[in-house]
Structure formats: structure tokens, C-alpha cells
């Protein structure tokens, strides 16, 4: 099955400064990889998301590279503010289309956003 | 619509006790998840629905568990005999077939098994 790892568990940074986060999967067949932010207490909010027929996307302050033929994708955050700091998390599926769209998710990177 | 709603919140329960949560899914998503989330982890795949069809079982989902969607609304998820192990964060999502494939989540219901 498919297998996603999640690169660091842990990040700091000063606000204002740019954040990455990595993820590589194993599944050549994945098509899609959403991106999540879970604040404490809470359910996993989805942030952006990219499908394989892409290379990158943009929303704002936030963007998503991917790339098949290494199969890594990253979240980009830009100007990062404390707000952001919670535990983002990237996943993969194969399901786009007819099939069941389960996800399979990395292990969490805990962003912490110093003032 | 306001989102996807888990019931309860919180659950402490004994060992060998049996325990049911609800989930309302958002009502035009015609597609229901269950997950399990430990502490420090992501979240892993149990079951889905297509309307009150369950499509997949994750390998995860013992024979202890079992969960239903009777009129394609909201699902139920009991755990019978519940073990230490069971303890962790029950998430519930919700998706549609049609346009965006994004799934909302609920905010989970966290099970304690003392």
C-alpha cells in the first residue's frame, strides 16, 4: 500500500519567515495530495490541495509543488504569521474519479511561529 | 450547513465496555470516512461510504468494530469490547463525488478506554 513520509516533525521559525514542509510517497499511481492544518482540539482543516496533472498551485500566502517523477510534494508558507502554528499534515490518494478517495497521511509537522 | 458534526466529543469508557459514535455528515456529500488518530500521529484510513453503501474496510477495522450509514445520512461507529489499545481521536469526514474531491472533517470524538 501506499506509504507517505513527512519531513520535519518539528519547525521554528520567526514570524515573517518562510516555511517548507516535505513529504514523499510511494505510490506512482497517487493522483492527489491534499494538504492539512490541525489546530488543537480540532479535526484536520484542508488548506490546498493539488491533483498529479499539476505542478504547482498558489492560494495566497500558501502554495504546493509537486513532483511525480521523484514523488515529493511541499507546502510553502509565506510570510508565516503565529496563527499558523499548529500540525500540518500532507497526504496521497489514488481515489481520485470512481474509486474511494482514502488517504493515506504523513506523520505531522508541528509549526510553531515565534512573534 | 454547518460542517460536519461528531457526537460525542469525548468518551471515557471501561475496558470491555461497548461504545457507539454518531457522525452527521454535510448534508449534499454523498461520501463518509471513518479515521483513527493517536496522539503525535496522522490520521489512518478505517471505512467508507457511498451513500449507505460501505465500500472499504481498512485491515485496521477488527472484527470488534463495525459501522453503518442506514439511509446514506449520518453513520454510526461501535467498538465492542473496547480495549486499552482502542483509545485515540475518532475522526469523521465527508466528501462528494461531484467537483471537489476535499474531504471535511468533523472535530472527532476521543476515546479514553481505562
Known amino acids: 500500500g501506499e506509504n507517505v513520509e513527512q519531513h520535519p516533525s518539528t519547525l521554528s521559525v520567526q514570524e515573517g519567515d518562510s516555511a517548507v514542509i516535505k513529504c514523499t510517497y510511494s505510490?506512482?499511481?497517487?493522483?492527489?495530495f491534499p494538504w492539512y492544518k490541525q489546530e488543537l482540539g480540532k479535526g484536520p482543516q484542508l488548506i490546498i490541495d493539488?491533483?498529479?496533472?499539476?505542478g504547482e498551485k498558489k492560494d495566497q500566502r500558501i502554495a504546493v509543488t509537486l513532483n511525480k517523477t521523484a514523488k515529493h510534494f511541499s507546502l510553502h508558507i509565506t510570510e508565516t504569521q503565529p496563527e499558523d502554528s499548529a500540525v500540518y499534515f500532507c497526504?496521497?490518494?489514488?481515489?481520485?474519479?470512481?474509486?474511494?478517495?482514502?488517504?493515506?497521511f504523513g506523520g505531522g509537522t508541528r509549526l510553531m511561529v515565534k512573534p | 450547513d454547518t460542517g460536519v458534526s461528531q457526537d460525542p466529543r469525548h468518551k471515557i469508557t471501561k475496558r470491555g465496555q461497548n461504545v457507539t459514535f454518531r457522525c452527521d455528515p454535510i448534508?449534499?456529500?454523498?461520501?463518509l470516512y471513518w479515521y483513527r488518530q493517536t496522539l503525535g500521529q496522522g490520521p489512518e484510513f478505517l471505512t467508507y461510504?457511498?451513500?449507505?453503501?460501505?465500500?472499504?474496510k481498512s485491515r485496521l477495522l477488527s472484527d470488534r468494530f463495525s459501522a453503518e450509514r442506514p439511509k446514506g445520512s449520518f453513520s454510526t461507529l461501535e467498538i465492542q469490547r473496547t480495549e486499552q489499545g482502542d483509545s485515540a481521536m475518532y475522526l469523521c469526514?465527508?466528501?462528494?463525488?461531484?467537483?471537489?474531491?476535499?474531504?471535511?472533517f468533523g472535530s472527532g470524538t476521543r476515546l479514553t478506554v481505562v
Open positions: 448534508s449534499e456529500h454523498n461520501r
Open positions: 461510504f457511498q451513500n449507505e453503501a460501505q465500500l472499504e
Open positions: 469526514a465527508s466528501s462528494s463525488t461531484q467537483g471537489d474531491y476535499g474531504y471535511t
Open positions: 505510490d506512482s499511481a497517487s493522483n492527489y
Open positions: 493539488i491533483r498529479s496533472n499539476v
Open positions: 497526504a496521497a490518494s489514488t481515489g481520485l474519479g470512481n474509486a474511494g478517495n482514502m488517504l493515506t
